[in-house]
């Protein structure tokens, strides 16, 4: 393609992508979305490509499948819109019910020249609970109203068959109704800006551009790529447990780079749930499995248009059955926690692959808190989503990490206190930074946040859904020492008060607050090769506090707040240090688990597990995994270090387990993978 010509239709493209995006954003009327940004714009080509990715949006669904949703439409007609929020169906182009996808084919002279795209996360698609986003969802037919690929309009007309159903099955009609004519009338601009530009310069300047926008993408990524050491990586990493059980959940990753490639290998990670942990990518490279890659590849080169070409150097290899590879009807609708321990895999492989050109792991919770009350005036529950609460950022070579803002995944906004407040009966009494949090390191871990909610109306229900790293923290990265876990707290400071860890709902009345603390993000380095001022700093700022100063980073503070350099230089010299040498400092809870539940050890497990049915693998895996440590099925029974404290015993206990119950071979192979 002419370089003039394909510069003014790349731009043109990206621009018009762009006033969907801003038009959606100004007249929707959920919170989700003009206040958080939960939703996504883009043109897709004829093939189902995304081609271009509006520069606002802030989130990364860049390579959405789109194909099979097309293909299962063959016979529009100009003014038809297809919707579906069917993870299944629509083979991964939804990733779970609240996230519903409009198409607008583009005719040109009865010809289709392309297609506008947008999804927006609706607040309340029907389910279980409200806000249709629940952990402990078996199915996907507990999570809310399933809409395969269908017309949303004939001809300009709007389908009220589809309306009366949509309507009855969710509890704020009107609000999503409003949002589904939003989505139309910004797909209809973005389609009259998209005739403009044809009339102005031609169907096939217009045709040739969006490959030629892919193709550009593709080898830019590819430059970028080949920065990175050629290798296989192996990392790992972890979801405290499915909410069903207390047992660990692993997502594992052999990462492949060769000559401006990169393969991911999935093989290994742990079988699907009985819980909403599961992603239904149909083992393809789905944008919930890219999302960590995706900000690297950006970061490195910023003038990569956004696109699917920038996927076209990648592959993947992903078995059916896993939690990254969900079957028809598992749950998916906490999918997003699943897809954050898989990124922070992503990111460990990077950085074994040079540690100079990654931050460490994301906060690894990107939770919500969910409000759902009656109102004297109402007749069905008004459902708010108070707060989208987010960690801190992990830190960079030669960089600190960003404080109660982790963007690693998605670049959603906060929602103003006073929207909030306005829209139910909540106050928020204390959102500040939380003290303490933040991974020491020569360049220290973001901190991560507090919240917390009074409740002003008796009779609600709280959600606190998407929640994790109550049991592993984010790990620390070349000495860095990892952030804090996330802790939530009922009625901090009151009579009744309790912790709180992953829960379906909580029932709230007046005056009962809620306390959530975020995790704070990983260091990089050793934290007593800091700059003492910087330290000072911290603490004069409130991140870090002064007895953390000095046990963490050596770094004496006096009362009045000033910098004691004499006794901080003596500190320094007189204190030993652990895992300074180390790639990464996983913490303790992590590095017990390990010891037993090795890679090579799960690798064989997973590996009898895949030789069952999937109707009865879960049992089997519960029950392996209580035969090996009892006292992991009961909540609250003491952390992994008191449980797995006679190491030895668990593993003759699972040794024994795996022979019983997944096969005669089994028991010598655990036991020779664990000596």
């Known amino acids: 393609m002419d370089p003039v010509l394909f510069e003014i239709m790349r731009n043109k493209a990206i621009a018009i992508a762009d006033e969907i995006c801003l038009t959606l954003m100004r007249t929707s009327r959920s919170v989700f979305v003009n206040e958080g940004a ?51 169906v629509s083979e991964g182009m939804a990733s779970h019910l609240p996230d519903l996808h409009v198409i607008r084919p583009y005719f040109h002279e009865d010809r289709i020249l392309g297609y506008g795209w947008l999804f927006i996360h609706y607040m309340d698609v029907g389910g279980k609970v409200p806000g249709s986003v629940s952990e402990s969802c078996s199915d996907i037919f507990q999570e809310g109203l399933r809409i395969p690929p269908m017309k949303l309009l004939k001809k300009g007309e709007l389908n009220q068959d589809f309306v009366k159903i949509f309507r009855a099955n969710c509890r704020l009609p009107e ?3 409003a949002d589904i004519h939003s989505s139309l009338g910004a797909l209809a601009v973005g389609e009259k800006r998209c005739l403009e530009t044809i009339a102005q310069y031609g169907a096939e300047a217009f045709i040739d551009c969006q490959e030629a926008m892919q193709e550009y993408s593709d080898t830019k990524t590819r430059d970028v790529i080949r920065r990175l050491r050629e290798g296989v ?32 290998d999935l093989t290994g990670t742990d079988p699907q749930v009985e819980a909403a942990y599961n992603i239904p990518t149909m083992g393809t490279l789905h944008n919930m ?74 906060c690894g919770t990107g939770g919500s808190i969910v409000l759902s009350e009656f109102l004297p005036s109402e007749t069905a529950p008004t459902v708010t989503i108070i707060q989208s609460l987010r960690g801190g950022m992990s830190a960079y070579k030669g960089m600190d990490g960003v404080d109660v803002r982790d963007v690693t995944m998605n670049t959603m ?15 928020i009494v204390e959102y500040d930074v939380r003290t303490d949090s933040c991974g020491a390191g020569r360049w220290r871990g973001g901190a991560g946040q507090v919240m917390t909610a009074e ?29 804090k876990p996330i802790h939530c707290v009922f009625n901090r400071g009151r009579a009744g008060e309790y912790v709180v860890g992953k829960t379906e709902e909580i029932s709230v009345n007046k005056g009962d607050t809620i306390t959530i603390m975020m995790p704070g993000a990983a260091g990089f380095g050793d934290a007593f090769q800091r700059d003492p001022e910087a330290v000072r700093w911290d603490v004069e700022q409130g991140f870090v506090g002064r007895e953390a100063a000095e046990r963490e980073y050596g770094v004496v503070i006096d009362e009045a707040g000033a910098l004691d350099a004499a006794a901080t230089d003596k500190t320094r010299r ?10 990464f400092d996983f913490g303790p809870e992590r590095e017990v688990w390990e010891s037993v539940f090795d890679d090579e050890t799960m690798g064989e497990l997973n590996r009898l597990l895949y030789t069952f049915p999937k109707s009865v693998r879960q ?45 005669a071979g089994a028991a010598q192979t655990a036991e020779q993978a664990a000596q």
């Open 38 to 88: 939960d939703f996504a714009v883009g043109l897709i080509d004829v093939n189902g490509e995304i081609f271009a990715w509006a520069p606002s949006n802030k989130t990364t669904s860049i390579n959405v499948p789109a194909k099979r949703t097309l293909e299962l439409m063959p016979n529009l007609e100009p003014g038809d819109v297809i919707v579906t929020n069917d993870p299944y």
């Open 175 to 177: 609000t999503n109704m």
């Open 233 to 264: 990586y192996d990392f790992w990493d972890f979801l405290d447990d499915d909410m069903v059980t207390n047992i660990p959940l692993r997502v594992r990753l052999r990462l492949t780079v060769k000559d401006g490639t990169l393969h991911f």
């Open 289 to 362: 499995l890219t999302r960590r890659i995706t900000t690297f590849i950006r970061t490195h080169d910023k003038s990569i248009p956004v696109n699917a070409g920038m996927y076209r150097p990648m592959s993947i290899t992903s078995p059916p059955g896993t939690v990254l590879n969900a079957e028809f009807p598992d749950a998916v609708g906490v999918r997003f926690t699943t897809a954050t321990s898989f990124n922070d895999a992503v990111t460990g492989a990077l950085l074994k692959a040079d540690n100079t050109m990654m931050a460490g792991p994301t």
């Open 413 to 427: 906004y906060n929602h103003p206190i006073e929207t909030i407040e306005n829209k139910c009966g909540v106050r």
């Open 455 to 483: 409740f002003l109306r008796d009779g609600g229900t709280v959600q606190l859904r998407s929640m994790d790293r109550f049991r592993f923290p984010p790990w620390g990265v070349a000495g860095g020492k990892p952030g």
């Open 574 to 583: 007189g204190r030993v240090r652990e895992n300074v040498g180390s790639d």
């Open 619 to 663: 049992a089997k895996r519960r029950a392996v995994f209580h035969a090996a440590v009892p006292e992991i099925s009961k909540a609250g029974s003491g952390t992994l270090t008191d449980i797995l404290s006679d190491t030895d015993a668990v593993r003759a206990r699972l040794a024994a387990a795996m022979g019983e119950i997944l096969g």
